[in-house]
């Protein structure tokens, strides 16, 4: 079935410093692929999607690009900011099944000090 | 546009009994889908409802149900609540059923079984 892994955090950064959160899937359709984001004692936030091979998500300063020859979605942003500290999820939404469904990766948590 | 709403935001219940939570998805979307978040587990998928119909179910056992009413809105419900069952529930839309469009999260359902 399908499946996502995500980095292990937690990850403690810098202000100003670059992130990479790595991500990898495992589908058996073409997925669309997603990066969302938590807040404390909130739900889950959009925070960029690519929705075919090649594409790049952008938000806010994040980006990711969809690798179809690595199965990988790896989350960046260059210079983070304190105001970024939150868990990020990887998430997958395969069109061709599982109506409805998408599939997370564990979370990892960012923790941004100043 | 107002965003996904779930009520009540917190719960505590006693083992055995039952509880119903609700959501209401963004104005226009028809599918709707519920997760369970626990530390332990992470994101979920439960089911999915579309026009009233449940499109997709996760394994669970069948003390979950849920519907989904006319004008979009779905209920969830869990019956002999067990400890287990302690975790966030969060309630997701999107603008239609199929797999490859992004999901808007409410903020969760905390439930808390004693």
């Known amino acids: 079935g399908d499946s996502v892994t995500q980095m292990e955090g937690p990850v403690t950064l810098s202000e100003e410093a670059f992130l990479t959160i790595n991500c990898t899937y495992t589908a058996t359709g073409y997925p669309s692929l997603f990066w969302y984001v938590q807040y404390p004692g909130e739900g889950l936030q959009l925070l960029l999607k690519a929705t075919k091979a090649d594409d790049k998500g952008s938000n806010k300063g994040f980006e990711a690009t969809y690798r179809k020859e690595t199965t990988s979605f790896h989350l960046e942003k260059g210079s983070v900011q304190v105001s970024d500290s939150a868990v990020y999820f990887c998430a997958l939404s395969d069109s061709n099944t599982n109506a409805g469904k998408s599939t997370f990766g564990d979370g990892t948590t960012l923790t941004v000090k100043p | 546009k107002a965003g996904v709403t779930q009520t009540p935001r917190y719960l505590i219940k006693t083992r055995g009994q039952q509880v119903t939570l609700s959501c209401s998805p963004i104005s226009g979307h028809r599918s709707v889908s519920w997760y369970q978040q626990t530390p332990g587990q992470g994101l979920q998928f439960l089911f999915e409802?579309?026009?009233?119909?449940?499109?997709n179910k996760g394994n669970f056992p069948g003390r979950f149900s849920g519907r989904q009413f006319s004008n979009s809105r779905s209920e969830m419900n869990v019956s002999t609540l067990e400890l287990g069952d302690s975790a966030l529930y969060l309630c997701?839309?999107?603008?239609?059923?199929?797999?490859?469009?992004?999901?808007?999260f409410g903020p969760g359902t905390r439930l808390t079984v004693t």
């Open positions: 997701a839309s999107s603008l239609t059923s199929g797999g490859g469009y992004e999901q808007y």
């Open positions: 409802y579309f026009s009233e119909t449940q499109r």
